[in-house]
Nanobody
Framework: QVQLVESGGGLVQPGGSLRLSCAAS????????MGWYRQAPGKQRELVAA???????NYADSVRGRFIISRDNAKNTVSLQMNSLKPEDTAVYYC????????????????WGQGTQVTVSS
């Protein structure tokens, strides 16, 4: 089976930094897409940053220049370095992985992490 484990959330002051990490493990044949989404109270879940299967990175306009997404294909991990954090960044952050499994190589599975709270406040 496949598991996603997130870590790195917490409370930070405006202007501070946090690094989120997500590790995928289990019966993974290959990973197509990896990324980070976030959802603030009363708002829809939105894309923060992603690395599609083609390797091109995408960032939301609100985080471009402040956040950096990185992917380690050998370790099946994706990280999000968040710098110059603002109160508007406060949300639950979710790791997203689209992968193919040994259990059925013809299907693409979509998995979400459990979510980690990021709170930016003074």
């Amino acid at each position: 089976q496949v598991q996603l484990v997130e870590s790195g959330g917490g409370l930070v002051q405006p202007g501070g930094s946090l690094r989120l990490s997500c590790a995928a493990s289990g019966s993974i044949l290959s990973i197509d897409d990896m990324g980070w989404y976030r959802q603030a109270p009363g708002k829809q879940r939105e894309l923060v940053a992603a690395v599609p299967g083609g390797g091109t990175t995408n960032y939301a306009d609100s985080v471009r220049g402040r956040f950096i997404i990185s992917r380690d294909n050998a370790k099946n991990t994706v990280s999000l370095q968040m710098n110059s954090l603002k109160p508007e960044d406060t949300a639950v952050y979710y790791c997203y992985v689209a992968f193919r499994s040994y259990e059925d190589v013809t299907r693409v599975y979509d998995y979400w992490g459990q979510g980690t709270q990021v709170t930016v406040s003074s």
